[in-house]
């Protein structure tokens, strides 16, 4: 299942996405991305404008001014090449 997540993160899909496609509660997709980020898998994305830069997301975020609730990962790029 954590393989799964995190190819699902790797796409860019959402908690809420990652739960509807796998068919589990968003606290299961949750508590799957804790694991994976101790173990150094995904990172979580902080809010700010320093961590606005570096984000994935950047080209599709309104940036800092938006105000967004949840909680954004990304799969760290060594990670990527380290798979390849």
Not at 37 to 62: D, F, N, Q, T, W
Request: net charge negative.
């Amino acid at each position: 299942m954590l393989e799964k997540i995190l190819e699902l993160v790797k796409d860019g899909k959402s908690i809420d996405e990652i739960a509807d496609e796998l068919s589990i509660p968003r606290e299961e997709v949750e508590g799957a991305l804790s694991v994976l980020e101790s173990m150094g898998y995904v990172e979580r994305v902080e809010l700010g404008s320093s961590a606005c830069e570096s984000c994935p997301l950047k080209s599709i975020c309104p940036g800092s001014c938006f105000r967004f609730k949840g909680k954004v990962y990304m799969v760290p790029e060594f990670r990527i090449d380290a798979q390849k």
